[in-house]
């Protein structure tokens, strides 16, 4: 069965961290365009972070998150990860990861998601 499921969200305190994680089944993540978006109630979605397919390394970052989120992928575990730093009470949303076969953002697959709560 072809899918992605992330892990590793929950309620942090303002700048706090998280690593999200997102595990691929039935596929290899491999050559695939890969990253991150999110979502928060009543807004629309937000494309967060993106590594490309084409050299599997390049990555993007929408600007709100630039140096503190990084996004990261590991081959052998078929995963892709997003470290989170310096959380703020706007980053709250559920995230997910997601996965296409061309440009950044453009995703054909995603995940259920995992949500992420920035309070104190």
């Known amino acids: 069965q072809v899918q992605l499921v992330e892990s590793g969200g929950g309620l942090v305190q303002p700048g706090g961290s998280l690593r999200l994680s997102c595990e691929a089944s039935?596929?290899?993540?491999?050559?695939?365009?890969i990253g991150w978006f999110r979502q928060a109630p009543g807004k629309e979605r937000e494309d967060v972070s993106c590594?490309?397919?084409?050299?599997?390394?390049?990555?993007f970052y929408t600007d709100p998150v630039k140096g503190r989120f990084t996004v990261s992928r590991d081959s052998a575990k078929n995963a892709v990860y997003l470290e989170m730093n310096n959380l703020k009470p706007e980053d709250t949303a559920a995230y997910y990861c997601?996965?296409?076969?061309?440009?950044?953002?453009?995703?054909?697959?995603w995940g259920q998601g995992t949500q992420v709560t920035v309070s104190s």
């Open positions: 997601g996965v296409g076969n061309g440009v950044c953002y453009k995703w054909d697959l």
């Open positions: 039935g596929f290899t993540l491999d050559g695939y365009t």
């Open positions: 590594i490309s397919g084409s050299d599997g390394m390049t990555a």
